[in-house]
């Protein structure tokens, strides 16, 4: 009597979902395209519902239709991919970056979507690279459809800048979903040196913690001067729907309030308009709009001395992030931390840069053509700060390790926590050292 049984198939794992199931027989390349698309798609029905919402809250519809308050959806769409808004001929282009975030947020999860939807065993850097060039299209196909519908008489969104914008955030939103959802990614960090992804790990902490102390920063000053923030929202003689649609608004530019707290914190400071500057050495002002958020500005004049003191906070933020990145493998030479520490420095006053340079554009001509950071002076002093914080962090992280006394990492195995090491030995393989092959004993 025999027994048959089916023999497993190979190549799938057991539990995920075979190839023709839910959609996977597609291509990864074809998934991709759509899901670019679905992601533009999401995002742009999220800003036209919540204007859709402020309109109706405003005034209940009795100005205007339907219409127009879609297409100032539509708009701010665009000025959430760098779009700048000519507003009767008037340069609107300061880019809300909660709305950034999240159309970068939906590509991304579109983007791993679309990855893990796709049961393919065959998913090598080739294929991948192919399926992020087709969510771009997907994505910019769209991108360009709503600049074209949403242009009109007196108000027209820049077209190059809104395919720039939905380019970058198509291609490294949701590059890196797919990445990330193909396993790709995973791989990638496998083969990468230890110390690479220390640094990369380091500098990414380093930039949220001084991101953090910014918001916080803005966060107290305006709790400060609260005070003045309502005396001004009173001034403006708002119903409690324009109230709460103002509110709403200026949530979405939060982000850039956070970053100019950075570059506060960084010294440059930021300027409000020609000729103006907010720093921790001066403030020098002049006559600002009447927004209720604009009451977080310090006062014009001669600032304290100690708040130079805060200039210490870039560099207590970069050591922080590498001395978290650190902690996860074992101690090294010093000198080897000290440039691990400087190199993810470094790199975080560069990617703090790249934010603070986002955050800032034009609100008009005249007087507020110019708010924002300075982006060189922001690079020199975030560098600078960072670097040296980034190095004494790491220092004395594996000082302090050391210290308690934790073996030493193999200098073979390339810095990496888990000690691996995949080269030759140092010493001659096993074996008689005049070159004849070994002799086995058989026993009988």
């Not at 679905?38 to 995002?43: E, M, N, P, S, T």
Request: aromatic share 6%.
């Amino acid at each position: 009597m025999s027994t048959l049984t089916t023999r497993p198939s190979a190549g799938v794992p057991r539990g995920s979902a075979r190839p023709g199931e839910d959609g996977s027989g597609r291509p990864l390349a074809t998934t991709a395209a759509l899901a670019g698309a679905a992601a533009a798609l999401i995002g742009l029905v999220v800003c036209m519902s919540v204007a859709l919402t402020g309109w109706f809250l405003a005034d209940a519809g009795a100005h205007g239709d339907t219409t127009d308050a879609l297409r100032v959806g539509a708009v701010a769409w665009l000025a959430g991919h760098g779009s700048h808004l000519v507003l009767s001929g008037t340069p609107l282009g300061v880019t809300p970056l909660a709305i950034t975030m999240m159309v970068a947020l939906t590509a991304f999860r579109a983007g791993r979507w679309a990855a893990r939807k796709t049961v393919q065993p065959d998913h090598d850097d080739r294929a991948l690279a192919v399926a992020v060039a087709t969510f771009g299209c997907g994505y910019l196909v769209c991108a360009v459809v709503v600049d074209v519908l949403a242009s009109q008489a007196g108000a027209t969104p820049v077209l190059g800048r809104a395919v720039l914008g939905a380019l970058l955030v198509s291609v490294l939103a949701g590059g890196a979903g797919l990445a990330a959802g193909s396993g790709r990614l995973t791989a990638w960090v496998d083969l990468a040196p230890g110390w690479l992804v220390d640094v990369v790990s380091g500098a990414l902490a380093g930039v949220l913690w001084l991101v953090a102390a910014g918001a916080v920063l803005v966060t107290t000053s305006l709790l400060l001067s609260f005070n003045e923030a309502a005396t001004v929202l009173s001034g403006l003689h708002l119903s409690v729907g324009d109230a709460l649609s103002y509110t709403v608004v200026m949530a979405l530019f939060a982000p850039n309030a956070a970053l100019f707290g950075v570059a506060y914190l960084a010294g440059p400071g930021f300027a409000f308009g020609v000729g103006t500057t907010v720093s921790p050495t001066a403030v020098s002002l002049g006559v600002v709009p009447a927004l209720p958020v604009l009451a977080a500005l310090p006062d014009e004049g001669p600032t304290p001395g100690w708040l130079v003191l805060l200039l210490v906070v870039p560099a207590l933020a970069a050591g922080l992030g590498i001395a978290g990145a650190l902690r996860r493998q074992r101690p090294v030479a010093h000198d080897v931390a000290a440039l691990c520490g400087a190199g993810a420095g470094f790199l975080a006053g560069v990617l703090v840069t790249i934010l603070v340079s986002l955050a800032g554009g034009p609100l008009g001509t005249g007087r507020l053509a110019d708010v924002g950071a300075p982006g060189a002076e922001v690079l020199v002093f975030a560098t600078g700060l960072m670097s040296v914080g980034g190095l004494l962090g790491a220092v004395l992280q594996n000082w302090w390790r050391r210290r308690r006394g934790e073996d030493l990492a193999d200098p073979r195995d390339d810095g990496r926590s888990d000690g691996r090491f995949d080269g030759p030995p140092d010493g001659p393989p096993d074996g008689p050292p005049d070159g004849s092959e070994p002799t086995v004993e058989v026993l009988r």
